[in-house]
Each structure stands twice: as structure tokens, then as C-alpha cells.
T-cell receptor, first 111, second 112 residues
Framework: KQEVTQIPAALSVPEGENLVLNCSFT??????LQWFRQDPGKGLTSLLL?????REQTSGRLNASLDKSSGRSTLYIAASQPGDSATYLC??????????FGKGTRLSVIA | DVKVTQSSRYLVKRTGEKVFLECVQD?????MFWYRQDPGLGLRLIYF???????EKGDIPEGYSVSREKKERFSLILESASTNQTSMYLC???????????FGPGTRLTVT
């Protein structure tokens, strides 16, 4: 059964720093990898979706990469801002099956 | 923009009540999902549906049932609410296949 792990569980950085969030998964036969953001008490907002044939996706200051062979994905956030403070979750999918989620990394960007 | 709406943001119910949580999506998505989210446990899948009148059990279906009579609407039913069902409930939808999944704003349910 697919397992998705996100380490660390929490991260605190000063404003302006570039940072990387990590996501690892046990089954490399995935179809896609999706990154979400969740603000406290809210639903999840989709940030980036990487299909298995792709190696990375970019949106603004966010860049997500996928390395299926090593079972890893990273979310790179450039020039972090206090508004980036949130919990970031990754999830993998195999075929038309439900997403398997990590437990998330809680990010605090300190002004 | 894809929109997934949930009937209530906050809900307070008493033990033993029957509770209905409604979810509606406006993008003609085939697949719909119900999750609950608790601190330290992450997101856990309760039920999902790949088509009208179809349903599949997720990881924690006990104490819940679902209904999908129309493609756009997926309802979660707590037959007899218990205090251990106090949680954040999240609905999501996606096209059939490996596509982007969209979430609703969540319903914070408290059972007293």
C-alpha cells in the first residue's frame, strides 16, 4: 500500500528565504503527484499537479519536482513571505484511485 | 473556476442525531470524495464515488453512509452521531482519471 511521508512536520523560516518542502512515497508506479496548501480551518487549495511523464511544474514562486525512481517530490518556494504560512500537503495517485496524502508540513514564515 | 461547495461551515449536533453533510460541485466531475481531518491523523478517506448511484468504502467508513443521486451532489450521512465523529469534514471532486482534485471549504462538525 502506498505511503506518503512529509518531513519535517513543521518548519519556521525568516521572510525572504528560499525553502524546500519534501515529500516521499513508497510506490514509484504513480500517475501523478499533487501539492496542496491548507490555511487553518479551511479546505485544501490545489497548488501544482505533476503528471508521471513530467519532471516539474512551476507556478509563480512555486516549483514542484518529481523523481519517480527515488520516490521523491519537492516543493520549492522562492523568496518566502509571511502570507506563505500554511500547511502544505502532498498526495500521490495511482490510476483512477483515491489520492494518498502525507500528513503535511506546517510552514511559518517570520517577518 | 471549479467550485466545490459544502452546505455548512460549522455544525453542532447532539449525540444520536442523524446528520446530513451536503457537497455540490459545478464542473461535471465524475469522482467525488468525503474525508475527515483530525490533528495528528491527517486526512482519512471515508467514502468515494466514481459515478451516480455508485459508492466505495474508504479507509474509515464505519458509522457513515453516503448518497449520490445526482452527478453534482454527494451527501455524507451520520446515522447516529457520536462524540468521536467531531471533526473537520472535507469534500473533494475530480474528473475520472489522474487529474487535479478540488476541495470544498470544509464543515467543522461538533457532536455534544
Amino acid at each position: 500500500k502506498q505511503e506518503v511521508t512529509q518531513i519535517p512536520a513543521a518548519l519556521s523560516v525568516p521572510e525572504g528565504e528560499n525553502l524546500v518542502l519534501n515529500c516521499s512515497f513508497t510506490d514509484s508506479a504513480i500517475y501523478n503527484l499533487q501539492w496542496f496548501r491548507q490555511d487553518p480551518g479551511k479546505g485544501l487549495t490545489s497548488l501544482l499537479l505533476i503528471q508521471s511523464s513530467q519532471r516539474e511544474q512551476t507556478s509563480g514562486r512555486l516549483n514542484a519536482s518529481l523523481d519517480k525512481s527515488s520516490g521523491r517530490s519537492t516543493l520549492y518556494i522562492a523568496a518566502s513571505q509571511p502570507g506563505d504560512s500554511a500547511t502544505y500537503l502532498c498526495a500521490s495517485q495511482r490510476g483512477n484511485t483515491p489520492l494518498v496524502f502525507g500528513k503535511g508540513t506546517r510552514l511559518s514564515v517570520i517577518a | 473556476d471549479v467550485k466545490v461547495t459544502q452546505s455548512s461551515r460549522y455544525l453542532v449536533k447532539r449525540t444520536g442525531e442523524k446528520v446530513f453533510l451536503e457537497c455540490v460541485q459545478d464542473m461535471d466531475h465524475e469522482n467525488m470524495f468525503w474525508y475527515r481531518q483530525d490533528p495528528g491523523l491527517g486526512l482519512r478517506l471515508i467514502y468515494f464515488s466514481y459515478d451516480v448511484k455508485m459508492k466505495e468504502k474508504g479507509d474509515i467508513p464505519e458509522g457513515y453512509s453516503v448518497s449520490r443521486e445526482k452527478k453534482e451532489r454527494f451527501s455524507l450521512i451520520l446515522e447516529s452521531a457520536s462524540t468521536n465523529q467531531t471533526s473537520m469534514y472535507l469534500c473533494a471532486s475530480t474528473r475520472g482519471g489522474p487529474y487535479e482534485q478540488y476541495f470544498g471549504p470544509g464543515t467543522r462538525l461538533t457532536v455534544t
